[in-house]
């Protein structure tokens, strides 16, 4: 069972390079345009590979096939979408109907009440990943510690499979980061951003309903996520803006207008990724005391850090 990340990881690699080495280079290409940060066309085919290994790995170890079936599906409309491109209620109807099939078939069954609600915050969780994937090595470095801190507290709730898998994301994710960390030579795509999304929610509540974690633990672990997509999506909404169009507005966005750049708004992101995840781990065995106080601290410290991204860049627009 140990060897399925390391198989995910060749499988991705091996995949990766064949996208970018050979004609398969051409299936999707990313225009830069005025909202982008980058200035070369790039391919966008890079969730390809991370989802060919993880693929691989799960078919390896048995996973339920139920479990591939959305993924599968969103990983398909995904990629139409980055060739030809889709309408937004296309993209939405196929992830609530990958979500939904995810929520029937692999979580325990409740009240419609609570089964819609965890529907609708795996399709918020596959939006805000896609809405984050606007930078070198942020999607990719987000994939490999978020499922990294999956597997380890899987691990230690005693459900090695599932840590396996979760391990086997992050390892296909790493071999991706090889090739997307700046200067980027090849994007993720929605085919690969909408899956990861999708993974981040759909395991995170699989590990809730298991008992092999409590409910703030994803949403602490992908909080660098969570928080900047939230939040800015909440002002566009206050300004009345269309949200659902491409723009350059999320914090990571304005940190690399402000000169920071992609690699070290990325090595910054990583910090906080680490932090928010080694936080989650340490909590899983701390009173309610604690980890009130911890969340807390760090409410603190987004709303802190979005201060000073907002001053900064008030300044600047002066």
């Known amino acids: ?112 009440w609570l089964l819609g609600l965890m529907v609708l915050t795996i399709t918020w969780m596959i939006n805000l990943y896609n809405f984050m994937d606007g930078a070198d090595g942020l999607a990719g470095g987000m994939a490999v510690a978020g499922f990294t801190s999956y597997a380890i507290a899987a691990w230690l709730a005693s459900n090695p499979q599932f840590a396996t898998m979760n391990a086997s994301i992050a390892t296909a994710s790493l071999a991706f980061l090889l090739f997307n960390f700046h200067p980027a030579r090849i994007f993720l795509g929605d085919a690969g951003s909408v899956p990861l999304g999708f993974l981040a929610g759909a395991f995170g509540l699989y590990g809730w309903q298991q008992g092999l974690w409590p409910a703030w633990f994803p949403l602490l672990v992908f909080s660098p996520f969570i928080v900047d997509a939230s939040v800015t999506l909440l002002k566009r909404l206050l300004r009345g803006e269309k949200v659902w169009q491409a723009h350059r507005t999320h914090y990571y966005q304005r940190l690399i207008q402000l000169g920071w750049g992609h690699r070290k708004t990325a090595l910054a992101e990583y910090v906080l990724m680490l932090g928010v995840g080694t936080a989650a781990i340490f909590l899983l065995n701390q009173s309610l005391v604690v980890v009130i106080a911890v969340l807390m601290a760090w409410a603190v410290v987004y709303a802190l850090l979005m201060r000073a991204i907002n001053q900064r860049w008030a300044r600047r627009s002066i």
Not at 12 to 19: C, D, F, Q, R, V
């Open 1 to 112: 069972m140990m060897w399925y990340p390391i198989l995910a990881f060749f499988v991705a690699l091996a995949a990766l390079l064949l996208l970018m080495k050979t004609r398969l280079s051409m299936i999707a290409l990313d225009q830069p345009n005025h909202r982008s940060l980058h200035t070369h066309v790039t391919p966008r085919t890079g969730g390809l590979a991370i989802m060919s290994g993880i693929v691989s790995a799960a078919i390896a170890g048995e996973l339920p096939l139920l479990w591939l079936l959305p993924l599968v599906l969103l990983l398909a409309f995904s990629l139409v979408d980055d060739i030809r491109g889709l309408p937004v209620p296309w993209r939405l109807t196929a992830q609530l109907l990958g979500s939904a099939v995810f929520v029937v078939s692999a979580l325990p069954q409740g009240p419609w």
